[in-house]
């Protein structure tokens, strides 16, 4: 059987939640896009008292189709196609039956675009973890899991969370339906009159002044289409106990709106009962047939399964991790067998010491498993576990160096600056929040005299980002490193330097001591917004953090050998004069935020 080792799943990366998202992302910003042109370019429905606005059951689904879109698009592409193919239908049949009222022919179409669109998005398959993993998988041994004697039934968890839904929105029919037949039959022996406004509560009433000076409060669709002083027709429904219904002719008792609310509750009821049904086929397809099954290290304790690659260092992080139907007591890492593919979000089971431990959800990161050799429990007297951080790189952590940083001599000064763009755009979108903020707190002020509020904001946005993302902030070389602070800079030889992490964002931190106390280089991250192509040379948190370590191993390496390093300290990046665009930047800010500033 092939052992898994490090080298084999380096590089593989599952994508992040932001690229995984990218496809119902699309989708809710396309579905937000149509309703926005429908409420833009739709003719305007106008209720007279010859044409009164009757309740539409059907285009309170529509309504309800398309709000439903964005929100069950994150949870079931397949349910928001289907629901996109939905409001198109009832789309083009309240266009017919309305044929006075009907969206303009391009608006039609590009409600068929939607869901073209939606069906696209949902037969597309999710993004992979790359050629890597594929050749894995297709070279190493393959063996079919044992088959366990209970399998558990998946997706329950989103099975549950239907039921409310549904339960909901059924409720939400009944009382709709209930609320309106029982106002229709009060409404059947009312009486019409003609009464006055009198004022506007709020935009959504107004009060009327009925024949006798009796008054009354009456719900509108928009009260300013109904000025004080005009004249208005009423249904008046005055029951023996004194409570009466009031409506008007034009606008007669409508509860129909409530049914886009149900819509939307059955609709996301159904994408969790598809989201259940889809958990639950990737999980029996892990017993189903062949899969690839690999020598490696586990532990596992209290239903939490972590696995090791077989050429695990002690120090170094467990692969993936996944919570598991038993409950092991041992804390001891043990040799095992992995069926599956090592990876986030895939689903993988480990058989140990003869017995077939069974997950119960995908394999998830493991950053929170113990380190490979590190005591679980906790156990002072054992002995301590080297630093991940201080391990010496692996030959495939150096190839996926840059070359430059990698065969350059002691001499070679490198430098690292955080890339432009973003930092740009970092300085720009900085102050926006606040200055939101602060238009709702001051009054309305004269154009100029909000440039001067916004000036001197927008001048400490430009002058921080300068310091903290534009600038160049590290350089090294094989004598040791130069950080510039925010404040300062430091120079340190790699002796003073106890570590260097970094994390996806691509902050890499520089420890100057065991306690963690260090500096903090931003680099690109590991699943970055911004697309490589305006990178330009930026290395990621990890290639930066690669490179300084190589550099340190080289080093210590040196003065093990006793070679006398005549190499001089690198010098501190030169903070260069801030350039002209970062001034023009500052100009057009103040300009464009000074009428944000007066909205």
């Given at each position: 059987?092939?052992p898994?080792?490090?080298?084999?799943?380096?590089?593989?990366?599952?994508?992040?939640?932001?690229?995984?998202?990218?496809?119902?992302?699309?989708?809710a910003?396309?579905?937000i896009?149509?309703?926005?042109?429908?409420?833009?370019?739709?003719?305007?429905?106008?209720?007279?008292?010859?044409a009164?606005?009757?309740?539409?059951?059907?285009?309170?689904v529509?309504?309800?189709?398309?709000?439903a879109?964005?929100?069950?698009?994150?949870v079931?592409?397949?349910?928001?196609?289907?629901?996109a193919?939905?409001?198109?239908?009832?789309?083009?049949?309240?266009?017919?039956?309305?044929?006075?009222?009907?969206?303009?022919?391009?608006?039609?179409?590009?409600?068929?675009?939607?869901?073209?669109?939606?069906?696209?998005?949902?037969?597309?398959?999710?993004?992979?973890?790359?050629?890597?993993?594929?050749?894995?998988?297709?070279?190493?041994s393959?063996?079919?899991?044992?088959?366990?004697?209970?399998?558990?039934?998946?997706?329950?968890?989103?099975?549950?969370?239907a039921?409310?839904?549904?339960?909901?929105?059924?409720?939400?029919?009944?009382?709709?339906?209930v609320?309106?037949?029982?106002?229709d039959?009060?409404?059947?022996?009312?009486?019409?009159?003609?009464?006055?406004?009198?004022?506007?509560?709020?935009?959504?009433?107004?009060?009327?002044?009925?024949?006798?000076?009796?008054?009354?409060?009456?719900?509108?669709?928009?009260?300013?289409?109904?000025p004080?002083?005009?004249?208005?027709?009423?249904l008046?429904?005055e029951?023996?106990?004194?409570?009466?219904?009031?409506?008007?002719?034009?606008?007669?008792?409508?509860?129909?709106?409530?049914?886009?609310?149900?819509?939307?509750?059955a609709?996301?009821?159904?994408a969790?009962?598809?989201?259940?049904?889809e958990?639950?086929?990737?999980?029996?397809?892990?017993?189903?047939?062949?899969?690839?099954?690999t020598?490696?290290?586990?532990?596992?304790?209290?239903?939490?399964?972590?696995?090791?690659?077989?050429d695990?260092?002690?120090?170094?992080?467990?692969?993936?991790?996944f919570?598991a139907l038993?409950?092991?007591?041992?804390?001891?890492?043990?040799?095992?067998v992995?069926?599956?593919?090592?990876?986030?979000?895939?689903?993988?089971?480990?058989?140990?010491?003869?017995?077939?431990?069974?997950?119960r959800?995908?394999?998830?990161s493991?950053?929170?498993?113990?380190?490979f050799?590190g005591?679980?429990?906790?156990?002072?007297?054992?002995?301590?576990?080297?630093?991940?951080a201080?391990?010496?790189?692996?030959?495939?952590?150096?190839?996926?160096?840059?070359?430059?940083?990698v065969?350059?001599?002691?001499?070679?000064?490198?430098t690292?600056?955080?890339?432009?763009?973003?930092g740009?755009?970092?300085?720009?979108?900085?102050?926006?929040?606040?200055?939101?903020?602060?238009?709702?707190?001051?009054?309305?002020?004269?154009?100029?005299?909000?440039?001067?509020?916004?000036?001197?904001?927008?001048?400490?946005?430009?002058?921080?980002g300068?310091r903290?993302?534009?600038?160049?902030?590290?350089?090294?070389?094989?004598?040791?490193?130069?950080?510039?602070?925010?404040?300062?800079?430091?120079?340190?030889?790699?002796?003073e330097?106890?570590?260097?992490?970094?994390?996806?964002?691509?902050?890499?931190?520089?420890?100057?001591?065991?306690?963690?106390?260090?500096?903090?280089?931003?680099?690109?991250?590991?699943?970055?917004?911004?697309?490589?192509?305006?990178?330009?040379d930026?290395r990621?948190?990890?290639?930066l953090?690669?490179?300084?370590?190589?550099?340190?191993?080289?080093?210590?390496?040196?003065?093990?050998?006793?070679?006398?390093?005549?190499?001089?300290?690198?010098?501190a990046?030169?903070?260069?004069?801030?350039?002209?665009?970062?001034?023009?930047?500052?100009?057009?800010?103040?300009?464009?935020?000074?009428?944000?500033?007066r909205?």
């Open positions: 059987m092939t898994l080792l490090t080298a084999d799943v380096f590089g593989w990366t599952v994508r992040h939640a932001r690229r995984r998202r990218a496809r119902p992302l699309l989708v910003v396309a579905a896009a149509i309703l926005s042109l429908h409420v833009a370019f739709d003719p305007p429905i106008e209720c007279s008292d010859a009164p606005c009757g309740p539409d059951a059907l285009n309170a529509l309504l309800g189709l398309v709000v879109l964005p929100v069950v698009a994150f079931s592409l397949p349910v928001t196609a289907w629901l193919a939905g409001f198109f239908a009832a789309d083009v049949v309240w266009q017919v039956a309305h044929s006075a009222l009907a969206s303009p022919a391009w608006l039609t179409g590009a409600d068929a675009g939607l869901v073209v669109l939606a069906f696209v998005a949902a037969r597309l398959a999710p993004p992979g973890l790359g050629s890597g993993a594929e050749m894995w998988a297709a070279t190493t393959h063996r079919t899991p044992p088959a366990p004697r209970v399998l558990p039934r998946y997706g329950r968890g989103w099975r549950l969370l039921v409310p839904l549904l339960l909901a929105a059924l409720a939400v029919i009944t009382a709709a339906l609320s309106q037949s029982r106002a039959a009060r409404l059947d022996g009312a009486r019409r009159v003609t009464a006055e406004v009198t004022a506007h509560p709020d935009e959504y009433s107004i009060e009327v002044r009925l024949p006798g000076d009796a008054t009354a409060r009456i719900t509108v669709s928009e009260a300013s289409e109904h004080v002083g005009g004249r208005v027709a009423v008046v429904a029951d023996g106990a004194g409570d009466g219904l009031y409506q008007l002719v034009s606008e007669p008792y409508d509860t129909s709106g409530w049914l886009s609310l149900a819509v939307l509750l609709g996301l009821a159904a969790c009962l598809a989201r259940a049904r958990r639950a086929a990737a999980a029996r397809a892990l017993f189903a047939g062949e899969q690839p099954a020598e490696v290290y586990v532990w596992a304790l209290g239903g939490r399964v972590a696995v090791y690659a077989t695990a260092r002690p120090g170094e992080p467990a692969l993936v991790e919570f038993t409950r092991d007591s041992s804390q001891d890492i043990r040799p095992g992995l069926f599956g593919v090592p990876a986030q979000r895939h689903w993988c089971a480990v058989a140990v010491d003869g017995e077939f431990v069974v997950p959800g995908p394999a998830r493991a950053r929170f498993s113990p380190v050799g005591p679980a429990g906790g156990d002072p007297d054992l002995p301590a576990v080297p630093d991940a201080r391990l010496p790189l692996r030959p495939e952590e150096i190839m996926a160096l840059r070359p430059g940083d065969s350059a001599g002691p001499e070679t000064v490198h690292h600056r955080h890339n432009r763009f973003s740009y755009a970092t300085v720009v979108a900085s102050c926006l929040p606040f200055l939101v903020v602060l238009s709702r707190l001051l009054p309305t002020l004269p154009y100029w005299a909000a440039a001067a509020v916004t000036a001197p904001i927008t001048a400490i946005a430009c002058v921080s300068w903290m993302f534009l600038r160049p902030r590290v350089s090294w070389n094989g004598a040791g490193i130069s950080i510039v602070g925010s404040i300062g800079a430091r120079l340190l030889v790699w002796s330097v106890h570590a260097v992490r970094a994390d996806r964002r691509g902050a890499v931190t520089v420890e100057i001591d065991r306690n963690g106390a260090g500096l903090v280089v931003t680099a690109r991250g590991e699943h970055a917004w911004l697309p490589r192509a305006l990178s330009g930026e990621t948190g990890a290639q953090a690669g490179a300084l370590r190589l550099a340190a191993e080289r080093a210590a390496a040196r003065a093990r050998d006793r070679v006398r390093d005549v190499v001089s300290l690198p010098p990046p030169v903070p260069p004069v801030a350039p002209a665009v970062l001034y023009a930047a500052w100009l057009v800010e103040t300009l464009v935020y000074a009428l944000v500033l909205l």
